[in-house]
């Protein structure tokens, strides 16, 4: 048995094919979608995954304010944040930030999926989303993909 084939191949910076991924949000469900877009992000997909580099996809998610929370989550879920401030604590509730900032609500919830370190601040930069159906990225000719094939 030739042992030399079983060497384990770790990916680097230069060694990484990224891709450009366009994911169309429209009914899909906000913790569902979110998740598989991590993944994508994070590069888990990919049979040379490598935990400390950035190996993931660039991701383009529009029709954001078409997205669907389940059960009384529009009305019920909170969103913290804090200006600095004594009693400058503040909360959003989806429905208002679908009003202001459709975006932000898969933003934060990618973001919260991703790791908390300097890693996940640079997966994160790798992450468009937009309201409607246009993006700039058409020169990139990202590939629209199923998510329903990501595990």
């Known amino acids: 048995m030739n042992t030399l084939s079983y060497k384990t191949k770790s990916a680097n910076k230069q060694t990484v094919q990224k891709?450009?991924?366009l994911v169309d949000a429209r009914d899909q469900i906000l913790?569902?979608?979110t998740s598989k877009v991590a993944i994508i992000l994070r590069g888990k997909h990919k049979p040379d995954f490598t935990?400390?580099?950035d190996c993931g996809d660039n991701v383009i998610i529009i029709n954001?304010?078409?997205i669907k929370l389940t059960g009384n989550k529009?009305?019920?879920k909170r969103y913290f944040r804090h200006t600095g401030y004594p009693g400058g604590q503040r909360i959003?509730?989806?429905e208002d930030l679908l009003k202001k900032k459709p975006e932000a609500i898969i933003e934060r919830a990618v973001r919260g999926m991703l790791p908390k370190n300097r890693l996940g601040r640079e997966l994160f930069r790798n992450l468009y989303v937009y309201t409607g159906e246009t993006h700039p990225h058409e020169a990139q000719k990202p590939k629209q993909t199923d998510l329903e094939k990501i595990k």
């Open 19 to 21: 891709e450009w991924v």
């Open 31 to 33: 913790g569902r979608l």
């Open 51 to 53: 935990p400390h580099v």
């Open 64 to 66: 954001a304010e078409k």
């Open 74 to 76: 529009w009305s019920d």
């Open 92 to 94: 959003d509730h989806p």
